[in-house]
């Protein structure tokens, strides 16, 4: 299991801190050992509900959500539009917070950290890519890819590291298909082009789960077709998790897991 659980026997002399630690570690190996799917589990939300408010009136979205997705796999979400798949994918990224419920990456509560630790989890584990790519208009591709990375480490970070990142984005830019690209601008990048550029962005600081919001939802089928492929190739080449809300079914029905949101609720259909 790639966990943060740590697996040595703590040294009884550590400190108070440390050994309140390793309660939680010893409460989570007997609960993987005991319950075997637990140990796959790399994100996991229990019970959560989320409303807005709409003219003074509350609309509940999220009534309960209980949704898990495994370590390694491709996990679809569909639903009917307005059914609250985008607000799941924001809670389960930490661009916002439930109302009530919990959300876990790696056993560890990621709801309810400090910002500071929100934006650690944020800028070493996940990567998000969406429907409309989100690039900055202004920056080259390669310049794109690397805004993560600077916004990351800090500006002195980035330029001390700076030939391996930019080493690194070039990679990604090769991985998507698109290092004959990499002066370019968005305007001057086809749809499918923008997404690819998104993923190796997404992709920058090595994270091990990926979080896509409909990323074919403004593609045609050909090319949604295409960046299906490119997903499945990190997935199977390089371990990234992946959690997909799609409104395409012939693309949900090739993921390895498949979950429905439906009244507020989540309904597993593989
Ligand atoms: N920030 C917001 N403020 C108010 N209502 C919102 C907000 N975000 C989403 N909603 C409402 O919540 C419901 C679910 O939206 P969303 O999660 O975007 O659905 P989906 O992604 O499944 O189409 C919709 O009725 C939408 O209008
Ligand atoms: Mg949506």
Known sequence: MNSVIPTTTVNKSKSLEQNRYRVVRVDSDEAARTNPTLQQVILQASKVTKAYK????????????DFQAEEGKITAIVGQS????????????TL?????????FNQQRIDNVSNRQRDQFRNTKLGMIFQFYHLLPELTL?????????????????WSK???????????ARTVG??????HKPNQLSGGEMQ???????????PTLLLADEPTGNLDQETGTSILNILRNLNEQHGLTIVMVTHDESIAGQCDALVRLKGGRVEKLK
Not at 82 to 93: A, E, R
Not at 178 to 183: A, F, S, T
């Open 178 to 183: 698109l290092d004959h690209r990499l002066h």
């Open 82 to 93: 307005g059914s609250g798949k985008s607000t799941l994918l924001h809670l389960l990224g």
């Open 142 to 158: 390669l310049e794109n890819i690397l805004a993560p990375a600077l916004i990351g480490h800090g500006i002195w970070g980035y």
């Open 162 to 172: 700076r030939s391996a990142i930019v080493e690194r984005a070039k990679e990604l």
């Open 54 to 65: 709409r003219h003074n009136m509350k609309v509940d979205v999220l009534k309960g959500v």
């Open 196 to 206: 690819r550029t998104a993923i190796a962005r997404a992709l920058i600081a090595s």
């Open 96 to 104: 916002d917070r439930p109302d009530s419920g919990e959300i876990y």
